[in-house]
């Protein structure tokens, strides 16, 4: 594939919030906008914060800063446990906003959406002109305190690379006439998809600066990567649309889905460990008859925080929080199903199984995966019907809790955690709205 000449045109814009989920919190009160502020999972020194605001990225504090760290930066840094459900909503209403604009083409994450230009949408005066309108747009009628960068450019590979380029509230163009020249100064690990291993790789091969990989050609990109995806990467670089852009390919069947939750203190012990448990399957469940599935398959995975002294003697891990810590998984495997009372059978069969002793009482994390899913529509029914009536137990629970909230009617097991492991939000899926919560 050769790369065409193109004319400087952008097809592409790529919307980055910044600072989104503690932009939504300034949003919310007003009274912490222009102070230094972080959403934290759990109240915590030894968690870490999942956002910064601005004017806390500008002390140093940023996601990824231990808590404790962060107040021994700011003394007067404000810590708020996320509200995951509202910054669903809030992702929901700018993608509406952004809409008011121009299409929305694709979301990546909460935090990201694509727009497709076409036709004379793609001259850079035009181009610019809507991407100001979206951040108007988005000011208007979503709020004050939440502001993007976006970045405009001919492939969406580009477009992300652009949107990060200036923060906050940015707009760049990458033109293909300023292709690869325009991108020479950036580091490897600006460009989407090369991350520290990635980048340890290529020092190893000798890329260790941008202008090294740009004077790569097709051929040496091949050699690489060792893939076609150095093909691509060669063409995306200098500006060629070749259909996916970098873009994550979706598989067409969903293979597992789950929660998983970092304990707050209070729920460090087994029944504090084993109610979230409960509470993190009574999710996965009602999430897989929302989305109408099947599965035959549960795994569960306990993280024991240890202290120095039994790190010192054991393989110990550690953390992204800093804390040392000792694993343990199982999977079990069975009749595909997707009731809860029957998961919670399975559940409870694997949590007998969980090691014993002095270094394994204190759990900290705790994660539920449900694999093997089958649609719903590819599922055999059994010859015999199900006589507890487990089916018709959960469509109840499920009609009541999406009703009244999805805690409403559940098993007494979760409930010494029914108000914890609240709604996460991983960057690259976004929750859906199932009755009057989010999951």
């Keep these: 594939m050769a790369t065409a000449l193109h004319p400087d045109r952008f097809g592409f814009l790529h919307i980055d919030l910044n600072s989104f989920f503690a932009s939504v919190e300034q949003q919310l009160h007003p009274e912490y906008r ?15 914060c999942i956002a910064a605001s601005y004017e806390a990225k500008a002390l140093g504090i940023k996601t990824g800063t231990q808590v404790g760290e962060a107040k021994r930066i700011c003394p007067e840094i404000v810590l708020i446990a996320g509200n995951h459900a509202e910054y669903a909503k809030y992702s929901k209403a700018i993608a509406e906003a952004v809409e008011l604009v121009c299409p929305v083409a694709h979301t990546p994450s909460i935090d990201e959406m694509v727009c ?17 309108e979206i951040k108007q747009s988005i000011y208007r009628h979503v709020g004050v305190a939440l502001r993007c960068s976006i970045g405009m450019a001919p492939n969406r590979f580009l477009a992300k690379i652009a949107s990060d380029m200036q923060k906050p509230d940015g707009l760049i163009g990458l033109l293909p006439s300023q292709l690869p020249r325009a991108i020479a100064h950036l580091e490897l690990r600006d460009l989407p998809g090369i991350g520290a291993r990635t980048e340890a790789r290529l020092n190893k091969k000798g890329i260790t600066t941008m202008p090294q ?10 050699r690489l990567w060792d893939s076609v995806w150095g093909d691509r990467l060669y063409h995306w670089l200098r500006g060629a649309d070749s259909g996916d852009d970098g ?50 398959s549960l795994a569960v995975t306990i993280r024991f925080q ?53 270094e394994f009482n204190k759990p900290f994390f ?8 089958v649609p719903e529509d590819e599922y055999q029914a059994e010859l015999f019907a199900d006589p507890c009536n487990r089916a018709e137990l959960s469509a109840t629970m499920d009609k009541l809790n999406l009703k009244y ?31 009057s919560d989010w999951m």
């Design 34 to 48: 222009g102070r230094p502020l972080a959403v934290v999972p759990t109240m915590a020194d030894t968690t870490c």
């Design 366 to 373: 705790v994660g539920i995966t449900l694999r093997n899913l």
């Design 405 to 435: 909230g999805h805690t409403t009617l559940h098993f007494a097991g979760m409930l010494p955690a029914r108000e914890a492991a609240p709604t996460r939000i991983a960057f690259t899926q976004i929750p859906v709205q199932y009755g």
């Design 213 to 222: 990989l740009l004077a790569l050609d097709r051929q040496g990109m091949h």
């Design 306 to 358: 240890l202290t120095k002294q039994q790190a010192a003697q054991m393989a110990a891990k550690q953390h992204f929080s800093g804390i040392q810590h000792s694993g343990w998984a199982m999977e079990a495997r069975f009749r595909e199903c997707q009731d809860t009372l029957t998961l919670l059978e399975v559940l409870r069969s694997l949590w007998a199984k969980r090691p014993q002793g002095v």
């Design 116 to 132: 497709q230009l076409m036709g004379r949408e793609q001259e850079p005066p035009r181009a610019r002109q809507i991407s100001l």
């Design 247 to 296: 873009a994550a390919v979706v598989a067409e069947v969903q293979k597992s889905l789950g929660h998983s939750h970092v304990l707050g203190p209070e729920h460090r012990s087994q029944q504090g460990a084993w109610a979230v448990a409960h509470k993190l399957l009574h999710k996965a469940a009602m999430r897989l008859r929302m989305e109408k599935f099947y599965t035959g």
